[in-house]
């Protein structure tokens, strides 16, 4: 009886959560700014999500419901990691691409990385991912309306790093 109950469990877990995982791991790279940090931040969330899928009322609140649980756990590790200093790039980022375009393009994720973790968060969410302003809020623990002010005020932090990038490139 309990071994059914454990399947049945892991399909509705896997119908529930299973469609936002790569999402949540898009978010988790765009806040923790590391691959393999975001792969644990998103393994992590899935086991706390496990966990706590009997407290989801609506699975039409889904996406919402994981990905703040996904956006929490970066908060956690972002916090757990206070004290480190310097970033070394990852080998992938390191070696590049022997063939380079002929036309020079502004690096958004480089002006992006400038930007907070939570402004990060928040442009992610809401042109990533397109979640609608209803379901950012949710993610974020915010209102509607507090969520389009924070849009609003990141995009215009990250406004002057584009234009900077932008005036290098002449």
Known sequence: MEGEREAVKARDFDAIVGPWIEPG???????????DEAQDAVQEAA??????LERLRDSDQAR???LSIVANQC?????RRWWSVVRLPSRDAAAGSPEEPA???????????RLSHDDRAILHLFYFLDLPIDEVARVIGISAGAAKTRIYRAVHRL????????????
């Open 25 to 35: 791991y898009r978010l988790a790279v765009a806040m923790l700014r590391d691959p």
């Open 103 to 113: 036309v020079q393009y502004v690096d958004l994720d480089r002006a992006m990385r």
């Open 75 to 79: 908060r956690s590790t972002m916090r």
């Open 64 to 66: 919402a419901w994981f």
């Open 47 to 52: 086991v706390k999500a496990w966990r706590s």
């Open 159 to 170: 406004r002057p790093e584009l234009e900077l990038m932008e005036e290098d490139l002449r």
